[in-house]
């Protein structure tokens, strides 16, 4: 009788604690801050269907870059190769293979290794210049690479010239991020994850970070014109970035970033309208999409979604310098956010002009009315899911949706009264 009492109260004495706890971490979110959380309602008729495209790849896609130049799609594989595919999704044709990727075919625990985006620079006609995000060994160390290749626009072609822009030690086996994307004024956009298994490995020590670690959960801008930048690092820094300016910030920011406070910011994306969104894999309760301003800080480590994950104090602290994302989910709606592409198709009329955002494990898929320009009025819809762990979603020729699965499988979007293609 006596132990049954003294666990019971044992019981409650531990709910309690966990109950202070959780209390503590319930700080009120901001006012100024409107996100939006999506929950998990599925209608009846979806509004996308999906069918498996003939073409199909030994090693897993990580990206996928319609490419009107060259009427095809540019896709790249965790393997480190990269390769033309035709309009029609039916055939594939090798361009070239990174020799140095790091790929995980023996050891990937966060499943991130390899070859982690390819953008094509904007005077690639003329140049011949491609730039690449992938996972290298070299001298026994991993790192993490930004560089720069030259490649003649052949079949099964060599590269000519490799030149490292920006190479970061690894230090923990997750959280790489990596993508590229131009915008219209030929600026590169690099996003980088806070390489850390934990919240709690860095957070109470971000203002004594230095040199590459100061790169931890951001987004880059920099000038890549090769005319300007013949000389390593093979880059410059804009004149209108944020920090651009040295300036007695708290955290001396580099002059590099465009903005900060993601975890792991896998893809990103500029709409029709210029705007920069970026996704960003939560930890254990929140997905976001953030859509990205320079300066800005998205409060990771202290912030995921609503929650905050530090002390009362230090979040209270960082919460006026923080900036929101504009819509939010939880694990009732799915797992990891990994890509976002604009549904730029004329059906369904509801779709149209759209951003499509897409959960990892689940499948699912949702619509954000990306018009919108007050950040209280986003609005999310649920259209579809696929079979299988999506790892990329993009635009298709006709502005419909491709999805890659870790099944190494391509998946093209239907409206929900479409025929199924032959």
């Known amino acids: 009788m006596k132990l049954r009492y003294s666990i019971t109260l044992l019981l409650l004495g531990i709910g309690l604690v966990a109950w202070v706890q959780w209390q503590r971490l319930k700080i009120p979110f901001p006012k100024n801050w409107v996100p939006l959380r999506a929950t998990l309602t599925q209608p009846l008729n979806p509004l996308l269907q999906f069918e498996a ?16 130049a060259k009427q095809r799609y540019l896709f790249s594989t965790k393997d480190g190769a990269v390769w033309w595919v035709d309009r029609g999704l039916k055939t594939k044709q090798h361009w070239f293979t990174l ?8 050891f990937d625990p966060g499943l991130e290794y390899g070859l982690l985006s390819v953008a094509l620079s904007p005077d690639w006609r003329s140049s011949q210049l491609v730039y690449v995000s992938y996972l290298r060994m070299k001298n026994l160390k991993l790192s993490q690479v930004l560089a720069r290749v030259k490649v003649p626009d052949l079949a099964n072609a060599e590269i000519l010239i490799h030149q490292t822009l920006l190479e970061r030690p690894i230090n923990d086996f997750y959280h790489f991020g990596g993508d590229i994307q131009f915008d219209s004024n030929g600026f590169l956009y690099y996003s980088l994850g806070d390489n850390s298994l934990a919240s709690f490995d860095w957070a109470g020590d971000v203002a004594g970070l230095r040199g590459d670690m100061k790169l931890r959960g951001t987004v880059l801008r920099l000038n890549v014109d090769e005319k300007s930048t013949k000389a390593p690092p093979f880059y410059t820094i804009p004149t209108d970035n944020p920090y651009a300016k040295p300036s007695k910030t708290w955290d001396e920011t580099r002059p590099e970033v465009w903005a900060s406070g993601f975890r792991n910011p896998w893809k990103m994306i500029f709409d029709s309208h210029g705007r920069l969104f970026v996704v960003d894999v939560g930890e254990k309760t929140f997905e976001e999409l953030n859509l990205a301003i320079p ?3 998205y409060g990771w480590p202290w912030w995921e979604g609503t929650l905050c994950l530090r002390e009362k104090q230090t979040c209270d602290l960082n919460a006026k310098d923080v900036t929101a994302p504009i819509v939010y989910y939880g694990r009732d709606a799915g797992i990891a956010i990994v890509g976002a592409a604009e549904y730029l198709a004329p059906s369904p009329t ?4 759209k951003l499509i955002l897409a959960d990892h494990v689940p499948g699912h898929l949702w619509a954000l009315d990306s018009r919108a320009r007050d950040g209280a009025k986003w609005q999310l819809q649920y259209v579809g899911r696929i079979e299988g762990w999506i790892t990329t979603i993009a635009s298709s020729a006709s502005g419909e949706l491709l999805a ?8 093209q979007s239907l409206a929900s009264d479409s025929p199924i293609r032959n």
Do not use: N, Q
């Open 53 to 68: 495209a003939e073409v199909s790849f030994s090693s897993i896609v990580t990206g996928m870059r319609w490419v009107p």
């Open 295 to 297: 300066g800005a800080h």
């Open 350 to 353: 509801s779709l149209a002009g």
């Open 99 to 106: 020799p140095d990727v790091v790929d995980g075919k023996t």
């Open 404 to 411: 890659a699965t870790m099944s190494k499988g391509i998946y």
